[in-house]
């Protein structure tokens, strides 16, 4: 006869595994860059875009505020 099978998790870790919350924060990390770098290079590209139709009022200048 065959002997019924045994899960034996005595070598599992009793936590969370840590290394999947690492990995998860790295992504986190790298969507969160990804998504700031996306944002940067589309604004330059629209300012190049603008530059570029021969526009002179292409990058807004902020005045400055009375008082500062």
Request: proline content about 10%; glycine content about 12%.
């Amino acid at each position: 006869m065959t002997e019924p099978f045994h899960d034996d998790d005595d070598d599992a870790p009793a936590g969370p595994p840590r290394g999947a919350l690492i990995a998860l924060i790295a992504i986190a990390l790298l969507v969160a860059g990804g998504l700031w770098l996306a944002r940067t290079l589309h604004g330059v590209g629209r300012l190049q875009d603008c530059v570029m139709a021969g526009r002179s009022n292409c990058a807004p200048i902020e005045a400055p505020r009375p008082g500062n």
